[in-house]
């Protein structure tokens, strides 16, 4: 039998709800930071991942899925969000529209990683690019962003990490003072960071292999090493988190793996007991050069991606599901087959005054009706007997306490609207 491409899964059952009301949840919190939804093709030239990742990363020299199409172009699955959207921002103008904008996307990404719980071949990434400020505001506003969503979730365990690498000038004095004090100490390091030391330095502090070893503890550190300039962006993002009452912990061993981030750089991670390896939920930053750098004019951005899979198992690690709102607000029996037309028309006006319905189309038995209705997790039953459609009225249950009651069929939508507008708080 043909199955389904190593490190790569599909969506279907409760995995499918899950996944489409968090879409619904992001799309109602993007619409609170009047951020654009932008989607762009699942592939791009490759030569823009390599300029707008960076040929030493992870990602560009060992995890990309390239291939040449048949008309012998060198093409690359995305890998990440960020390179798409700044390549359409410049392609499209966007930045001649009112600066700052807010692009949000949702979608696949592809890696060639090996497969472990959290990390996989296809895997989906929500992310937002903000572009035309460089104000330290906007870092903490887009850091906030994240922050937002996971208390809407109800996500407790997690922990907001940022650092900064500076700017320009500021980065360029602590990669001199990385390569003075990792040289000696070049035999100790893994194959990758030899590579990193030739090529970025930096990047050494993010490798997973070597992570723990006491040659890294002591290493210098960015903060150290920050120009005027720099060091009041990163107090300014520091003081705005604080007036937001957001939790963080500056932590100076976050370089993140992309070469584009100037400034504010920053992760959340789960802090959830037995959560595994894969613990970083979202990560994200500030890139001041990389518009230019994909061939537009110097606009600067923050943007940040978060994990879906890793952040559905942290829901699922605390016992968070997100689903229970997805289930019907009522459930209609269907119990003769004169009322058939009845029940459609009812189930019809319902969704068109914004309720979710669920009938069935073959008819039951009131029992069967029933336990369908509770198979479905239906919040309310509708019974529809001879007697109601005679007398215009209908019984409803309140299928968690039983409670019944006698409704003019007039009157409905306003019971309904109070019934579960009471539900929709908690
Ligand atoms: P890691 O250090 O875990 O490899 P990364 O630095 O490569 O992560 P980013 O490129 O910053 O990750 O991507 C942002 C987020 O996307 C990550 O924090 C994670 O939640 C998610 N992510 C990245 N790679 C994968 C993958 N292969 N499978 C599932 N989720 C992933
Ligand atoms: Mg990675």
Redesign the pocket.
């Known amino acids: 039998m043909l199955q389904k491409p190593k490190g790569t899964y599909d969506i279907y059952g409760d995995r499918a709800l899950i996944q489409l009301y968090f879409r619904k949840l992001v799309e109602a919190l993007m619409d609170k930071y009047n951020a654009k939804y932008i989607e762009t093709p699942i592939f791009e030239a490759s030569e823009l991942f390599h300029r707008g990742v960076g040929e030493t990363t ?2 560009v020299s060992k995890e990309t899925y390239d291939f040449k199409d048949r008309g012998d172009r060198n093409l690359t699955l995305r ?2 969000g960020t390179a798409g959207v700044v390549r359409s921002f410049i392609e499209n103008k966007l930045y001649a529209e009112n600066l700052p904008l807010k692009l949000w996307y949702m979608g696949p ?1 592809f ?1 060639y ?1 090996r497969p472990q719980a ?4 296809e ?1 989906y ?1 929500f992310g937002v690019e903000a572009f035309g400020s460089d104000d330290p505001m906007m870092d903490a506003d887009m850091i906030g962003v994240v922050v937002n969503l996971f208390n809407i979730l109800g996500l407790k365990g997690v922990s907001v990490n940022i650092n900064t690498l500076g700017d320009r000038e500021s980065r360029e004095s602590y990669r001199k003072a990385l390569l003075e004090y990792f040289k000696p100490y070049l035999g100790d390091l893994c194959e990758d960071c030899q590579r990193r030391y030739e090529k970025n330095p930096l990047r050494i502090l ?1 490798c ?1 292999i070597d992570s723990g070893k006491e040659i890294m503890k002591n290493a210098p550190k960015m903060i150290d090493y920050l120009n005027e300039e720099s060091k009041r962006h990163f107090d300014k993002v520091q003081e705005y988190l604080k007036a937001m009452g957001i939790d963080f912990k500056v932590n100076s061993n976050i370089v ?3 070469d584009y981030y100037t400034h504010t750089v920053f ?1 959340v991670q789960a802090d959830i007991e037995g959560f595994g390896a ?1 613990n ?5 930053g500030r890139y001041d050069h990389l518009v230019e750098f994909v061939g537009g004019p110097s606009v600067p951005g923050v943007g940040f ?7 559905f198992l942290a829901l699922e690690a605390e016992g968070i599901d997100i689903r229970k709102c997805v289930y019907p607000d009522v459930y209609i029996f269907n119990a003769d087959e004169k009322q058939k037309p009845y029940v459609l028309a009812l189930a019809n006006h319902l969704r068109l005054a914004g309720f979710n319905v669920e009938i069935d189309y073959k008819t039951r038995n009131f029992k069967s009706n029933f336990k369908r209705a509770d198979k479905v997790r239906a919040k309310y039953i509708i019974i529809i007997g001879e007697e109601e459609v005679q007398n215009k009225f209908l019984t409803i249950k309140n299928n968690v306490t039983k409670d019944e009651y006698k409704v003019e069929l007039d009157n409905l939508i306003e019971f309904l609207d109070e019934k579960l507008g009471d539900d929709d708080e908690d």
């Not at 959290?118 to 071949?121: M, S």
């Not at 970083?280 to 994200?284: E, F, I, S």
Request: overall charge neutral; proline content about 3%.
């Open positions: 992870d990602i890998p990440e990404m890696r990683e959290g990390r996989y071949r895997f990434q993010d997973k993140r793996g992309l992760e894969q970083t939920l979202a990560a994200g991606a978060v994990g879906l899979e890793r952040l």
